[in-house]
C-alpha cells in the first residue's frame, strides 16, 4: 500500500484490524489485559481436558472472584461496579478461552447477583453478594423448564403460601452450575405472578441431577432442579418484583455479556485460521496464498470487525442509560449468528485438524451451537426486533 493512502500512524493488526483499541479507555484496556492474561495462564493450558472430561474446574469461582469479575457491573456489597464496556471485555476474554467459563461468570453475576442486588432485600443482599462476588459461594438461575422454553410464561413450578412460608414444586431444566450451586434463584408460579426465590440449594427437598452427554458447553455444569415441597420463609422471595419482566430483566442483562463475548469465541477461531493459512502447505504453497483461503479469512475478519464494534456501541450505550432489551436482541442476534459463521468457516480452513482438540476451532463451533439456544433462541430475538419495529407481536 503506498504511504498516499496509508497514513504514517495507521496499523494493521490481524487481530483489531479497525483498531478499536483506540476507542478504549486505559482502564478499559487494563481490565481486558488483566483478563486476557489469566485467560492464557489458567483457562488455555487445561480446557481442551476439562473440556473432554465434560467438567468445570469450581476451584477457579475463587480466582474468578480475586479478579473482581462476578458481579463486576453490579455496585457495592463487595462488587466491583465496573462499567458496561468494562464487563463486556471480560466477557470477550473470557469466551476467548472457552464458552463455559463466560457463561459461569454471566451466570453468577447477571443471573444470580443482579436479581438479588436490584430486586433482593436488603438481608438478602448481605447473606449473598458478598459471598458470590468472592466465589466462595456459586449461584445458578432457574427458569427454563422441561416443557417450556422459549415460552417460560407457561411455567409449571409453583409457590404456594402455607402459613408465614413459601413451599416450591416443580422443576428446571438446562440449569447452568446447578450441580454446583449453594443458592439458586428460582421462578415460579404465585397467585400473585411469577415470583423469584433465594433458594440455598441445601434445602431439604431440593435436589439437582446433572445433564451428560452433551457435545456443547462441555466445560460448563448443566443440570436439572428438582423442587419438592421446599419449604422456604417468606424472607425467600425476592420482594422488588413480579412478573416475567424480573427474570427478563435478568437474561436481558446475562446476553449483554454474550454480544461481546460471541465476539471472543469468533476471534480465536479467526486467529487459529489465519495461523494455520499461513502455516499449512499445500500443492506447494501456504494455503493462505490462495484465492479462496485469503476471501474466507477475509469475510472472517470483516464479520469480526462489524460485530466488535457492534458491541461497543451497545456498551457505550448501556452505559449512557440509553439501551433498550432489543437493541441487545440486535446485537445477541448479528453477533452469535456471526460468531458461528466464522467458527464453521474457520474449521474448514483447517481441514482434518479442524475436528481436534489440538485446536481451539471445533470446541469453540460446538459450544456456540449452546450460546445460540440459550439466553433467547435467534428466532426470539428475530421476533423481539420484528415487534419493535412493525409494533405487531408474532410469536402465537
Ligand atoms: C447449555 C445450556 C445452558 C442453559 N442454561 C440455562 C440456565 O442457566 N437457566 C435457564 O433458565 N435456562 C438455561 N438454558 C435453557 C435455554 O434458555 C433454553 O434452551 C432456551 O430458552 C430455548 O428453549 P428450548 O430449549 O426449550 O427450545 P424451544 O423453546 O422448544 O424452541 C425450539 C425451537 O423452536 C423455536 N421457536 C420457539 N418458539 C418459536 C416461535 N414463536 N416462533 C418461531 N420459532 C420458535 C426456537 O427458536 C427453537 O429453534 C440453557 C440451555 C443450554 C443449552
Redesign the pocket.
Known amino acids: 500500500m503506498s504511504t498516499a493512502t496509508r497514513g504514517p500512524s495507521a496499523r494493521l493488526d490481524p487481530s483489531d484490524f479497525l483498531d478499536v483499541d483506540s476507542l478504549l479507555s486505559d482502564e478499559e484496556r487494563l481490565i481486558r489485559g488483566t483478563v486476557r492474561d489469566w485467560v492464557r495462564s489458567r483457562v488455555l493450558p487445561g480446557i481442551d481436558d476439562w473440556f473432554e472430561r465434560g467438567v468445570f474446574p469450581r476451584e477457579v469461582a475463587t480466582e474468578l472472584g480475586e479478579l473482581g469479575l462476578l458481579g463486576m457491573h453490579l455496585e457495592g456489597y463487595g462488587c466491583a461496579g465496573a462499567s458496561a464496556v468494562s464487563y463486556g471485555l471480560a466477557c470477550q476474554e473470557l469466551e476467548a478461552g472457552d464458552s463455559g467459563f463466560r457463561?459461569f461468570v454471566s451466570?453468577q453475576g447477571s443471573?444470580v447477583m443482579f436479581p438479588i442486588r436490584r430486586y433482593g432485600s436488603e438481608e438478602q443482599r448481605r447473606e449473598w453478594l458478598p459471598r458470590l462476588a468472592r466465589g466462595e459461594a456459586i449461584g445458578?438461575?432457574?427458569?427454563?423448564e422441561?416443557?417450556?422454553?422459549?415460552?417460560?410464561g407457561g411455567m409449571r413450578t409453583t409457590a404456594r403460601r402455607r402459613g408465614s412460608d413459601w413451599v416450591l414444586n416443580g422443576s428446571?431444566?438446562?440449569?447452568?452450575?446447578?450441580g454446583i450451586a449453594d443458592v439458586a434463584v428460582v421462578?415460579a408460579r404465585t397467585e400473585e405472578g411469577v415470583r423469584g426465590f433465594v433458594v440455598p440449594t441445601d434445602a431439604r427437598g431440593f435436589s439437582t441431577r446433572d445433564?451428560h452427554r452433551?457435545l456443547?458447553?462441555r466445560a460448563?455444569v448443566?443440570s436439572e432442579l428438582i423442587l419438592e415441597d421446599v419449604v422456604l420463609p417468606e424472607s425467600a422471595a425476592l420482594p422488588g418484583v413480579t412478573g416475567l419482566k424480573g427474570?427478563l430483566s435478568c437474561?436481558n442483562e446475562a446476553r449483554y455479556g454474550i454480544v461481546w463475548g460471541a465476539m471472543g469465541a469468533a476471534r480465536a477461531c479467526y486467529e487459529s485460521a489465519l495461523e494455520y493459512a499461513r502455516t499449512r502447505v499445500q500443492f506447494g504453497r501456504p494455503i493462505g496464498s490462495f484465492q479462496l483461503t485469503q476471501r474466507k479469512l477475509v469475510d472472517m475478519l470483516v464479520e469480526l470487525s462489524k460485530g466488535t464494534l457492534l458491541a461497543l456501541h451497545l456498551g457505550r450505550m448501556k452505559d449512557e442509560g440509553r439501551i433498550a432489551p432489543q437493541h441487545v436482541s440486535l446485537g445477541k442476534l448479528n453477533n452469535v449468528r456471526a460468531a458461528l459463521e466464522i467458527a464453521r468457516e474457520a474449521r474448514g480452513v483447517l481441514g482434518a485438524n479442524g475436528i481436534t482438540l489440538e485446536y481451539p476451532v471445533i470446541r469453540h463451533m460446538n459450544n456456540l451451537?449452546?450460546v445460540l439456544?440459550?439466553?433467547?433462541?435467534?428466532?426470539?430475538h428475530?421476533?423481539a426486533i420484528g415487534e419493535a419495529i412493525t409494533g405487531l407481536p408474532?410469536?402465537?
Open positions: 457463561s451466570v443471573l445458578c438461575f432457574g427458569l427454563t422441561p416443557d417450556f422454553g422459549s415460552d417460560p428446571k431444566l438446562w440449569i447452568t452450575n446447578g421462578w445433564v452433551k456443547s458447553l460448563s448443566t427474570p437474561l451451537e449452546s439456544t440459550y439466553e433467547g433462541t435467534n428466532e426470539i428475530t421476533l408474532a410469536y402465537r
